[in-house]
């Protein structure tokens, strides 16, 4: 992936819709990717996007009402919406309102593929995608080891005493 191509969509993006004040790119695991927000604060958003990410797409998995599209959370200023970019990234915007969110979704969704497909391009030879859906957690069988058991002999008429002070 090329830095300026995901740079160039960032701005492209922020150009057309004034309400997007800041973005980041981060991959699903919520590693920072690329921002255009301070780093402490883009650093904890894509962590924070990645663990909604991976909830929301349990739900939408467990719900069986299709593959997860976007997690939009209202706030008093504005809204956070975060996007898949392929399947090893997010694409997640801090807007400052939520005039018209269609719009938003349709022009983000585009920006999310061709940033995704952009890191695509740049995957190690021989890395693989995540699985789109994971199986259910397996179920441990418990082993019948115990632990040594050791008798201490104890003096018949041992008591405790105060250590000196």
Not at 36 to 62: E, I, K, Q
């Amino acid at each position: 992936m090329d830095e300026d191509v995901v740079g160039t969509e960032l701005r492209g993006l922020r150009g057309r819709r004034p309400e997007v004040v800041g973005a980041v790119l981060a991959g699903t695991d919520g590693l920072l990717i690329s921002s255009d927000l301070p780093t402490t604060d883009a650093t904890h958003l894509a962590a924070l996007a990645a663990a909604g990410f991976g909830l929301g797409n349990r739900v939408a998995d467990t719900a069986r009402r299709g593959e997860f599209r976007e997690s939009v959370v209202h706030t008093s200023a504005g809204c956070v919406v975060t996007y898949p970019a392929g399947p090893d990234a997010l694409l997640t915007l801090v807007t400052e309102a939520t005039g018209d969110l269609a719009a938003l979704h349709a022009d983000a969704r585009a920006v999310a593929r061709r940033a995704g497909a952009a890191l695509e391009h740049r995957r190690p030879v021989g890395a693989s995608a995540l699985p789109a859906t994971l199986g259910p957690l397996a179920t441990r069988t418990p082993t019948r080891t115990t632990l040594p058991t050791r008798r201490v002999a104890r003096h018949p008429h041992a008591t405790w005493r105060r250590p000196p002070v």
